[in-house]
């Protein structure tokens, strides 16, 4: 959807048009692939620490490690489905681990939803910079990237009589969307989101060969733990 070279034309009801192109000496970071390339490399160590350390004649410690496993697996797919987009979504089940496993494994926690004020990308990362008016933030959705554009205002700034008047009479009218009565710290400065609109990519064909090689791996561990637990007498739940 965005690719160094390509020009993205931005045609707002409360911006001014804007034409912009990704520069390619700053491209831009999808911390969502950063998350989901860090949690795939933490299932290869775990797998590691599994054949190298501790009593792999223990059942305790191989339970441990394919729950762990499929922990992280979930994870993973929880980055690449993306963040609800419902106005006030339902709180996720957890899917937390301890801390640590057997041989110290960092845990990254990859479901978390990455906010879009927290990191905004650098004004440079476009041809010309992106005023701080605007803000473009690319995500994962379902395997498709997600274009989110907001229209931003600081929060000390009053609405002209003009447009006041406008919206008394009914000549003007607000611009509804979930966020339009919070506010955020965007840039080191308080601000509203005056629009908002998100564009959809295709699915992109790489994604989904990832998702479905990640379902299937998940399902596999699955069936190791519940094995395992038949073998050995020991109830797997998704808790233990």
């Not at 064909?205 to 990640?214: C, D, E």
Request: glycine share 6%; charged share 20%.
């Amino acid at each position: 959807m965005l690719t160094p070279q390509q020009q993205l034309h931005l045609r707002l009801r409360t911006h001014h048009h804007i034409s912009v192109t990704l520069s390619p000496d700053h491209p831009l970071i999808l911390q969502s692939l950063s998350n989901l390339r860090t949690l795939l490399n933490q299932s290869l160590d775990c797998i590691d620490i599994t054949r190298w350390t501790g009593d792999r004649h223990s059942v305790t410690f191989i339970s441990s490690q394919l729950h762990l496993l499929h922990s992280i697996l979930l994870e993973a797919l929880a980055l690449l489905k993306g963040p609800n987009l419902l106005p006030h979504p339902p709180t996720p089940v957890s899917t937390s681990r301890p801390g640590s496993s057997a041989g110290g494994l960092p845990i990254l926690s990859g479901g978390e939803t990455e906010k879009w004020n927290d990191s905004p990308p650098p004004p440079e990362s476009f041809s010309p910079p992106l005023p701080n008016t605007l803000s473009l933030h690319l995500s994962l959705h379902d395997t498709s990237l997600l274009l989110t554009i907001r229209v931003l205002e600081p929060t000390s700034q009053e609405p002209s009589l003009g447009s006041r008047f406008a919206l008394a009479i009914g000549a003007q009218r607000r611009l509804e969307h979930d966020e339009m009565d919070s506010t955020f710290t965007y840039r080191g400065e308080e601000v509203r989101v005056r629009e908002k609109l998100r564009v959809e990519s295709s699915t992109d064909p790489s994604l989904l060969s990832v998702m479905a090689k990640l379902g299937q791996l998940e399902r596999t561990v699955e069936a190791a733990r519940l094995a395992l637990g038949i073998v050995s007498g020991v109830k797997i739940g998704d808790d233990d």
